[in-house]
């Protein structure tokens, strides 16, 4: 959300309300109007494209292959490259590097 609205720091927004006062002053709105309208306008796109996805397809199994298809790929060769790139960051070689961007690609 945060590059979405161009925001520095994600929760700059946000009023901490851990102080224990009762002041009416304390208590803001957490969100400006941009960022619910953002979150709102993402959530109702998910939940049409959904429905449209459950009108379009005959089978429902035919929908958990195609998500289970795409979220194991996604395990089995993206994770592993990134996860080795982050561990060993700044220490691995270039050909290293070079085998793990491939992987990811």
């Keep these: 959300d945060s590059i979405c609205i161009s925001q520095q720091h994600?929760?700059?927004?946000?009023?901490?309300?851990?102080?224990?006062?009762?002041?009416?002053a304390l208590l803001q709105v957490r969100h400006t109007t941009g960022k619910w309208f953002l979150d709102t306008s993402i959530r109702i796109f998910i939940i049409l494209v959904l429905c449209i996805l459950g009108v379009v397809l005959p089978k429902p199994n035919c929908v958990c292959d195609l998500v289970g298809d795409v979220f194991m790929s996604s395990m089995a060769f993206v994770l592993p490259g990134a996860l080795h790139l982050a561990a060993h960051k700044g220490?691995?070689?270039?050909?290293?590097?070079?085998g793990d961007i491939i992987l990811i690609v």
């Design 10 to 24: 994600p929760g700059d927004d946000i009023q901490s309300d851990s102080s224990g006062s009762s002041d009416d």
């Design 91 to 98: 220490s691995l070689s270039a050909w290293t590097v070079i």
